[in-house]
């Protein structure tokens, strides 16, 4: 016990039994004979009290139940999907068959302009608490370019208030984008990708010219600014 408090404890002990001795009744005087007055039924006498076995608690009042206080090391709850997250992805879902334009140079340094068919598949990701929605890309190999596949997760961040698309394929490549000011109608991804050994800026636009139509560019910046590197135009 530290010098203050066992002050504090001397200074309330006396000053209590001070109070107390204080506020004592003084002794009454002989009070003056009583008044005849009208005779009244006798009181009962008050019940016995039962005797109560030493160490026996005291009985109280019964006190409120406390409120449920939330059990300890119970764990945080799971954040749920956001509104904007449907609004900008439903319309997305399902399979779009599409046709694809590789740019010049976009498969390699003096590589044509390519032609192929591709096709999309987009659905949400339940199994990942419905917080994505999940999305597969395929190209069959011809005989100038070989298969691709590629898998990407669309999502929502609340807290930035951006778009999120997060991407890898068959080939290595990996990228991460987000995209501001997005719509139902229009979201552009702006990031870095992973490919081939090197690092590029990308920028990926998707429109969605009706309900069964939608528009996809692919941009890389190679040191150049932006440069088209395909287009796919999708239908279901």
């Excluded at 590629?150 to 961040?157: Q, V």
């Excluded at 208030?161 to 501001?180: E, I, P, R, W």
């Excluded at 990308?202 to 600014?225: N, Y």
Aim: with cysteine; glycine share 10%.
């Amino acid at each position: 016990m530290t010098r203050n408090s066992s002050y504090v404890l001397t200074l309330t002990f006396l000053t209590g039994s001070s109070l107390a001795f204080a506020q004592a009744p003084k002794p009454a005087e002989k009070p003056a004979a009583p008044a005849a007055a009208a005779p009244t039924a006798p009181a009962k006498a008050a019940p016995t009290p039962t005797a109560v076995k030493p160490g026996t608690p005291t009985p109280t009042a019964a006190a409120a139940p406390a409120a449920a206080a939330p059990a300890a090391g119970a764990p945080p709850a799971m954040p749920t999907p956001s509104p904007e997250l449907d609004n900008l992805y439903k319309g997305l879902e399902g399979t779009w068959k599409c046709d694809t334009t590789m740019a010049a140079g976009s498969m390699g340094p003096n590589s044509p302009e390519l032609k192929v068919k591709s096709m999309v598949k987009i659905a949400k990701a339940k199994d990942l608490g419905g917080m994505w929605y999940r999305g597969e890309y395929e190209t069959k190999k011809t005989k100038t370019s070989p298969a691709l596949k590629a898998n990407f997760m669309l999502g929502y961040d609340p807290m930035s208030k951006a778009a999120l698309n997060v991407s890898f394929d068959n080939m290595g490549g990996a990228g991460l984008a987000t995209g501001t000011g997005a719509t139902a109608e229009s979201v552009t991804f702006v990031g870095e990708t992973y490919a081939m050994g090197q690092k590029l800026k990308t920028r990926e636009t998707m429109i969605k010219k009706g309900p069964k139509e939608v528009e996809h560019k692919f941009e890389a910046d190679m040191g150049k600014g932006f440069q088209l590197m395909g287009t796919d135009e999708c239908k279901k």
